[in-house]
């Protein structure tokens, strides 16, 4: 196609006289700054009066050729343009390159006021004295109607290039004037400029002019795209087989879309020999616009069949579509009224692709993420239930996005059962599947399917636990929920893989004494040691606490009983004796009246330089032993009498 010689192209042409463009031009000026026909000026008679009017001496021209230079360098824009006005209406322009600093100038402000300005003076130079503007400020003036997205003006200012052949080199705009052709969402009015690019650049042989490839594949992309033309795709083929412009793959895409949208098949067959004539050995974008086609035509047979046709030819290998075709695909049968259908593509396509093939590569993965994508994650189960009633095998591909958006909408309980089929079909999540569903249904507070995932993962002998056993421990702890973490501590703290600390044991002793509940407490602590974890500072401040609050103060010294022997052997074994826990227990002992303990418990701080503020022993003992007498201890026990002296001599109560 593109080797075939073409020897006549009939080309669409511009009209470009004066009577029918100028005013388009012109219009883009409000007001409007320059005469609006130049032919009208050639008509009026040039007598003495019009001539003197419109003449400058040397002297004036010099006066407004340096205010304009002065202007433009301190920035006074309305002052240069009015410089220049004077001298363009008398038909004097600056020099080049203060003409060319002026459009620069107007075109870097980037407002609209003054690219109307930087316009007109463009168009008024390009038909008056094209010498004295430089490419450069026109790449200028294109690149600013680009950023604010003005389109017409950008065409109407390469039309008057043409017409007044002041012929700029297409690289200097080219492909500018595509992106404002996309910006503008039609790239029709760029193919129009294409066609009298081309044929200007043959006629006049100038090479310079000649579009390159990106130019080439935007106008070939109008054809098969917007305008749908066989014949006008077909003359871009021509053309660029004129030009020298070799095809890339996306120029057979185009092509292919098109053809396939018409229903051409034998120009389809064409296309790909003529691809692997190229040398195009990968066919990817060949089969995305194939399937583009065929879905914007509505022949779903079609579709279906490139599909399982690319997985032959690739022997069932990874195949590149993105989300958008297979959000084409879903579309279109949708729009077809065969969405189970979907079910047999995706059996047949599990058939053919390789038993190694990654899940998030697959057919069916990218067919059911699409219909997550598109709202529809009802119709994706009903999809994997129309496989399921078909006897078809459901591979991984087709299960985990269903998985995913249940997760994202927290209806963990259809997730967990979900994941209860996958096992039963013997397919194995992995850790981070199972982690994502987890954290959703701690999240949504639905403990019992955390649970059931979390003893699925394990019987799947997944041997990274514990970001799920932190999830659920840390999801319960902020719930409040201390009964289920020992029942789920108590379940899992035999397995090997899940790394249990006296921290964890500590999280549940701290919520249950939190929520009064000591008896559990306690009972957690007794299995804790029981299981040979042991106690640290911690675990003994969570229980002084709960026993303070409920004013158990007997249990605090049963506690100091307990833990004064750790401290004063073996470093405590992993007990830290510091400022807080010698304070929990000062001021609970002394709450309780246990001043011998309370003694022994200054001895050891004192032992070990643990800095004690007495003033907040002082206030407890005030508001709870206030009446409390020496001399009614003595009568009850020596050793508490001389225990009471001591505390009151050590806390300076006797002052």
């Known amino acids: 196609m593109w080797r075939k010689a073409v020897s006549s192209i009939p080309y669409r042409t511009f009209s470009l006289s004066s009577t029918a463009e100028i005013p388009t031009l012109y219009s883009f000026l409000q007001p409007s700054i320059f005469a609006l026909k130049p032919n009208e000026q050639a008509k009026q008679p040039h007598d003495s009066e019009n001539s003197q009017t419109n003449t400058l001496t040397e002297d004036q021209r010099n006066t407004l050729e340096t205010t304009l230079e002065k202007s433009l360098v301190t920035q006074n824009t309305d002052e240069a343009w009015k410089s220049f006005k004077a001298l363009a209406t008398c038909c004097s322009f600056p020099n080049k390159p203060l003409t060319n600093s002026l459009i620069s100038h107007l075109s870097s402000l980037k407002d609209a006021q003054n690219l109307k300005r930087a316009f007109a003076s463009v168009v008024f130079v390009i038909e008056k004295d094209p010498k004295l503007l430089s490419f450069e400020s026109v790449t200028s ?263 995913k958006a249940y997760s994202k909408e927290l209806r963990t309980a259809e997730a967990t059962q979900l994941v209860m089929d996958i096992s039963t079909s013997g397919l194995q999540l992995d850790a981070g599947m199972y982690d994502m569903l987890i954290e959703a249904s701690m999240t949504s507070q639905d403990f019992p399917s955390a649970f059931t995932l979390f003893r699925d993962m394990r019987d799947a002998r997944i041997h990274d636990l514990k970001g799920s056993y932190l999830t659920i421990m840390t999801g319960l702890m902020e719930n409040q929920r201390p009964e289920l973490m020992a029942a789920f501590l108590d379940e899992v703290v035999e397995d090997p893989r899940i790394e249990i600390k006296t921290h964890d044991w500590n999280s549940i002793i701290h919520a249950f004494c939190k929520a009064g509940r000591l008896e559990d407490a306690r009972r957690t602590f007794r299995r804790m040691t029981f299981l040979q974890f042991e106690p640290n500072d911690q675990t003994y401040l969570s229980l002084i606490n709960g026993y303070v609050t409920a004013e158990k103060y007997f249990s605090v010294l049963m506690l100091w009983n307990e833990i004064k022997w750790k401290i004063s052997g073996d470093k405590g074994k992993g007990i830290k004796f510091d400022h807080n826990l010698v304070d929990a227990f000062l001021y609970a002992l002394v709450k309780g009246g246990f001043f011998d303990a309370v003694m022994q418990v200054v001895e050891k701080s004192q032992e070990m330089k643990i800095f004690v503020d007495k003033w907040r022993y002082k206030q407890a003992f005030m508001e709870k032993h206030k009446k409390l007498k020496v001399s009614k201890l003595r009568r009850r026990s020596f050793r508490k009498m001389e225990a009471l002296i001591a505390f009151k001599n050590w806390a300076g109560l006797n002052a």
């Open 141 to 403: 003036l294109l690149s600013s109607m680009n950023s604010a997205n003005t389109a017409a003006p950008a065409f109407a200012l390469v039309k008057c290039m043409f017409k007044n052949r002041y012929f700029v080199p297409f690289s200097f705009w080219g492909n500018t004037l595509v992106d404002i052709s996309r910006k503008s969402g039609s790239l029709v009015a760029f193919f129009r400029v294409f066609e009298e690019c081309c044929r200007i650049a043959v006629d006049e042989k100038l090479n310079y002019l000649k579009p390159d490839l990106a130019a080439c594949n935007a106008a070939l992309e109008c054809c098969c795209y917007e305008l749908e033309s066989v014949l006008d795709a077909e003359k871009v083929v021509a053309t660029m087989s004129i030009l020298g412009v070799r095809p890339d793959e996306s120029s057979f895409g185009f092509l292919s879309y098109l053809f396939a949208l018409k229903g051409l098949e034998k120009k389809i067959y064409e296309l790909e020999n003529l691809m692997v004539q190229f040398g195009f050995s990968n066919k990817q974008v060949l089969y995305n616009s194939l399937i583009g086609g065929y879905v914007q035509s509505g022949k779903i047979d079609l579709v279906s069949a490139t599909i399982l046709r690319s997985l032959r030819e690739g022997n069932g290998k990874y195949l590149n579509f993105n989300d958008e075709i297979y959000c084409q695909v879903v579309k279109g049968y949708i729009q077809n009224g065969v969405m189970k259908s979907l079910a047999s593509l995706i059996i047949e396509a599990q058939k053919l692709e390789s038993p190694g093939l990654e899940f998030d590569k697959s057919i069916g993965y990218g067919i059911i993420s699409a219909c997550i994508n598109l709202g529809l994650s009802d119709k994706a189960h009903s999809i994997l239930d129309e496989m399921n009633a078909m006897g078809g095998s459901v591979g991984l591909g087709v299960y985990v996005p269903i998985l």
